[in-house]
């Protein structure tokens, strides 16, 4: 045998001690159940626990630094973008505030230009020779013709659809102490429908509220439809929120 192959047998042979030592049974200790034991195993032969315990490598300090640049210029990135959304964002609902505060307008101004028109005065006057009946007389001429124009009037709004129909008459009744003359003033009701009991005479009725005033020194009259606000059930001075003034010409409570 040449020097050669001494060298290489010697070799040989210690690998295969190192083998042999690697995996020869050693005392070992188990962490979980304290079994002592001298075993080549890489498990407690007790509970299983395993001798060897693999830690968590963890993050290296330079992949920790990568991982805090990158959180820092998230955030940055987000504060920028909530720096630009957020005012647009509110711009926007600003706008949109503003253009419903601008349709509300709008609306309410078109209510109420509805309601102004509704309510515009009516006059009619009658023949100077009225002048010469007695008082009496002269009183129920006027206010029998006064319900009878209402009555006109109301009619010519169900024809229109600004009322709902039918207009039966037209009640008057003179304000308290101020029956007139010279001034009368009356709240009346058109009214198209009556509220019937078990007797002939009905306990009620329901209609249209209107305003008017009879000026017996000319003589003439004048009236003007009522739009009480929600709530109000009663046309007497008062007792009567208006959503838009009545004109002057037939506001009782002047």
Avoid at 95 to 118: F, G, H, M, Y
Wanted: aromatic residues 4%.
């Amino acid at each position: 045998m040449s020097a050669g192959d001494d060298v290489w047998a010697a070799a040989r042979a210690r690998a295969r001690d190192e083998v042999r030592a690697a995996f020869a049974p050693e005392p070992r200790v188990c962490r979980n159940c304290g079994n002592e034991e001298t075993t080549a195993a890489r498990a407690c032969s007790r509970c299983g626990t395993p001798y060897v315990e693999v830690q968590d490598p963890g993050l290296s300090p330079r992949a920790r630094r990568r991982l805090l640049i990158a959180a820092v210029a998230t955030v940055a990135i987000l504060g920028a973008a909530a720096a630009v959304i957020v005012p647009s964002v509110q711009h926007g609902k600003r706008q949109a505030d503003a253009r419903a505060r601008a349709e509300d307008r709008v609306t309410l101004a078109r209510e109420r230009r509805r309601i102004a028109a509704d309510q515009r005065l009516h006059s009619a006057v009658e023949p100077a020779r009225l002048r010469a009946l007695p008082a009496g007389r002269l009183a129920a001429r006027l206010r029998s013709d006064l319900e009878s124009s209402i009555t006109a009037d109301a009619r010519a709004r169900v024809r229109a659809h600004t009322l709902a129909g039918p207009i039966l008459r037209t009640d008057c009744a003179p304000v308290a102490g101020e029956g007139g003359p010279p001034l009368g003033r009356y709240t009346c009701t058109a009214v198209n429908s009556e509220i019937l009991r078990h007797t002939a005479d009905p306990a009620g009725t329901l209609g249209y509220p209107f305003w008017a005033i009879i000026d017996f020194r000319r003589p003439s009259y004048r009236w003007c439809k009522l739009n009480p606000q929600a709530g109000e059930g009663s046309a007497t001075p008062g007792s009567v929120s208006l959503a838009v003034p009545v004109p002057r010409g037939c506001d009782i409570e002047r």
